[in-house]
């Protein structure tokens, strides 16, 4: 810009200008004339000012592009978007107009302001209808009062009007009611110009010094990232509690972040280990948050993660007892009214002509909706995160034990954890069709509300109908995936509950091969998601790898090696992207990776390489990014849920951390921990309760605390969705409000109303209880220490194998008595065992001393050995543990 541009206009002269484009429009309105375009009849009224734009648009997605957020309509009506217009299905016989509306909210007026309002509609019968802006509430004061006829020819009406008051949030209704017949009203191209520009949305992001708000573990990498016009090194300062200076250095100017356009440095006080809360950082003249370096930061986050789902349960009172008195509800959607209930539910009409009972599971996020797709992944990382005790070196199983969770379920000897997930595996299993219907076998893809319901709204009080949506694919391979995984990890506790989820399991592996492409439908949006996937190759895949784990059939080692994704590790986790809800092959590939298997060594080898490759690439994104985050999706595309991306990338990494035991996995994942408690461009903790500007009001119709004072937030340890870079149009009413134009990583509001960037859902809060073990198994950041080495070494004949094991005590204590604990791939079986007692649970095998070898000294071994079941070379028996602490093998 040189000295004689015209500048900028500033806010001001901005009204000033709308209101003379808007008088001149009222004016040619009036004559009669066509419409001047508003931005030429400005230019020639006010030459000299700079290039005007036309009025403001105040109304969100009038051309229904985006669907039908955030338009509403009354419940006697049902809407949808037809041919690009939003049609609204108007009942026969009410009594007033006003009985039957379509509308928007927040809109914003200004005292004295003209405005103009444009719409084309038509109706299938002769309309008389009632056009106002008006207040949301009463006394609902118009602003605009019309009235207008609608017919079959979508002529386009106009309304010219000016405000009376200075309004926050008035309303556009189309009032359709009143008429003795029923007809169809189809409306489009809606339009309200005028008025002040929406004002532009700063962020308040608090401290330009961004650190993880929780902490730092003592042996793990401290990195921060300061934003700051500087661009050279600047001074930083690491106070402790007291005001001491704990440790100084410089700053690594990074130049600008493409994920926020931010200016930034970097600094790393990763040498500093001594414990302590009340840190913080200081440079650039500015104060970090505080925060702790610890082991032992994320104790309560494991519970808190996993509570989440006890929080969301369908079907069950939510009991004071265990998550305090403002969190207790009624059970939800058990046929109670104004409940229509899950346990007695219609398919959509034409879908089938059964009812199922489909109780229990849990609420899939911010809606009461209960998707398979998503209960698939959520329930899977759930398993994941227990399975992992059983095969990781250093997982802690006790924290996840009976009677460590906050579950109804204490006292019956099954660890909380699978407690947690049985309640959404029954629920999945009482989706799938049954024998003698139409698709037997297959399962239902969802059910929710027939509508949208509003916020704030309790699960006890929902009163819509609740249906069910075909049968597809996706939903049938996610049965047979987690069923699968379920038959193996119950064994041990539950046999008959084992056994019913491999016959579900195999029965949907069947259906699906029968059905192999039975898709969702992508408009089948209407009161739930629609959680379309046109590929289910992945689905097939993990299911394979799931089935395969659990029984060791040829069948599912066939279909695992056949399948193109098989060893094609950007196909299973994209570098830019990662696995989700609708990727799930990764899933598969994580178990293949860490579950004795009847793999040969030379597929395990490429298996578990195929985490590894992974694993590098999300490290080398974390290692390169200014913010330190191991998510770095192509074109900054940040998506809907991209924290959960984040977490399933640190998934990744730490199971290649678990495998490989290297610190430049376990640094990356403690670095998406940095991310998501803070060190972010909008110094935002996303876990609720977790950091001091955490996340409070995420979208959930019962922790709406903003939509009703007397509900509560949600609790500690829910994961907020994040930034989404598309939210502005994909319908969030506050999204389109405020972030218009946003930087990728700053597309998040933490509003109740904002779906697309602030909604909690079950497939979220999974990765992050699995992350949450995770760092809590870090301890300090140095990992398991071993005070053991087993050697295993198995010799096949031709039914069945013999294996001997030596153990050797490492450290420096005496063992005594010892026990050593692993698993034995598929379905092997223990026939014979010499020199130790071996007892089988389900797959987990005990070996414990005999009276003559109770004690292992330092130093000393003691060997034994079995026969088995199972003919072939022995794979890897993936963690021994010695009393609960893993040996190095081999
Ligand atoms: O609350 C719904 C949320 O759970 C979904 O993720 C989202 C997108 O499918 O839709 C939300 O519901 C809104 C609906 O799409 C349009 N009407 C307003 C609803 C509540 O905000
Ligand atoms: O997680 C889903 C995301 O991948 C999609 O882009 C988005 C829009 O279709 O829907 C998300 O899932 C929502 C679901 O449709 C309804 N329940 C809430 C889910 C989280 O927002």
Known sequence: MNASSPPPPTGRTRVRRGRHVLGTLAVAVLFGGVLTAPGAAAATASAGDAAPGPAPEQITNGDFAAGTAPWWWTANATAAVTDGRLCTDVPAGTANPWDVIVGQNDIPLVAGEAYTLTYTATSTAPLSIHTNVQLATEPYTTDLSATDQVGADAAPVTHVFTATA????????FQIGGNDEAATFCLDDVSLRGGAEPPVYVPDTGSPVRVNQVGYLPKGPKTGTLVTDATTPLPWALKAADGSTAATGTTVPGGVDPTSRQNVHTFDFSDVTAAGDGYTVEADGQVSE?????????DSLRGDSLAYFYHNRSGIEIDAGLVGAQYARPAGHLGVAPNKGDTDVPCQP???DYRLDVRGGWYDAGDQGKYVVNGGIAVAELMDTYERTLTADGAESAELGDGALRVPEHGNDVPDILDEARWELDFMMRMQVPAGEPLAGMVHHKVHDAQWTGLPMLPHLDPQQRELHPPTTAATLNVAATAAQCARLFAPYDADFAARCRTAAERAWTAAKAH???????????????????DVRDEFYWAAAELFTTTGDDTYRQALLGSPLHGDTDAVFPADGGMWW??????????????PNDLTPAQLT??????TTAADHYAQESEDQLYGVPYAPADENYVWGSNSQVLNNMVVLATAADLTGKDRYRDAVLRGADYLFGRNPLNQSYVTGYGERSSENQHHRFWAHESDPDLPHPPPGSLAGGPNLTAPTSGDPKAAEKLNGCAAAMCYLDDNGSYATNEVAINWNAPLAFVASYLDDSGDGTGPARACRVTYSSHPWSTGSTTTVTVKNTGTAAVTPWALTWLLPGDQKLTHTWSARLDQHGRTVTAAPLSWNRTLAPGASVDFGFNSSVSGEAADPGTVKLNGRACTTG
């Open 166 to 173: 200075d309004r926050d949030a008035a309303q556009l209704a």
């Open 290 to 298: 505080p925060f702790s370096i610890g082991a032992g930061l994320y």
């Open 350 to 352: 034409g879908v089938c």
């Open 516 to 534: 192999p492409d039975v898709l969702a439908d992508p408009a089948d949006g209407v009161g739930g998601g629609t959680y379309e996937d046109s």
């Open 582 to 595: 609708g990727e799930t092959a990764g899933l598969g590939v994580l178990t293949l990776a860490t579950v």
């Open 606 to 611: 490429q298996v578990r390489s195929v985490v």
